[in-house]
């Protein structure tokens, strides 16, 4: 059995990173690149060299990126299940599907993809997580309905006289003495 994966109908095999942002750039530009991706190198003084400097140090940004040039740029269908897990230079494309046309974006279509990611976001919560089914996000984050936070006395430490009554004063050293830090195990395991 074969070990070694065939990559090469995966189009970001033998790119690089500086290539893929340059044909990037050339067909959108650094202002689409950020109004989609929202990754801040390419809207605070965008270059190439810096771009790329910035994505080979930071894994989750070159991945965004690589994705966005796979599935807008050459117009892939979208992967799914184990391979939509792996990092897009990872992924196997199958031999039926073949790069198309990019995809014709504008800074309208972003600002109106951003409002629906935000009432997404909302609808999930605080978070992004879904709230679970008759539990209210207050009661999650430990407030009452009335919107004052909740009593947390069984949490809260003992009063300080509390805990000087509660310790051993054998444990504590004469003052200018050296401490073992081991001493209570080694006694322990005498």
């Known amino acids: 059995m074969n070990d070694q994966v065939n990559y090469q109908n995966n189009p970001l095999h033998g790119v690089s990173l500086k290539n893929l942002l340059i044909e990037l750039v050339d067909h959108y530009g650094f202002e689409i690149l950020h109004a989609y991706l929202n990754i801040n190198c390419f809207k605070t003084k965008p270059s190439i060299e810096s771009s790329v400097k910035f994505l080979k140090k930071t894994d989750w940004a070159r991945e965004k990126v690589e994705a966005f040039y796979l599935y807008q740029f050459k117009s892939l269908p979208k992967a799914s299940g184990k391979q939509f897990a792996l990092p897009p230079r990872d992924r196997i494309i199958p031999a039926d599907q073949t790069p198309g046309e990019p995809a014709v974006l504008s800074l309208e279509d972003a600002e109106r993809l951003?409002?629906?990611?935000?009432?997404?976001?909302?609808?999930?919560g605080r978070g992004g997580r879904p709230q679970r089914s008759g539990q209210h996000h207050s009661q999650r984050s430990?407030?009452?309905?009335?919107?004052?936070?909740a009593a947390r006395s069984e949490q809260r430490p003992p009063a300080r006289s509390q805990r000087e009554e509660t310790t051993d004063k054998h444990d504590k050293p004469a003052?200018?003495?050296?401490?073992?830090?081991?001493?209570?195990?080694?006694?322990?395991?005498e």
Do not use: H, I
């Open 114 to 124: 951003r409002a629906k990611q935000a009432e997404k976001t909302a609808a999930f």
């Open 142 to 149: 430990g407030q009452q309905s009335s919107g004052r936070p």
């Open 175 to 189: 003052s200018g003495t050296k401490v073992d830090p081991w001493a209570k195990a080694k006694k322990a395991a």
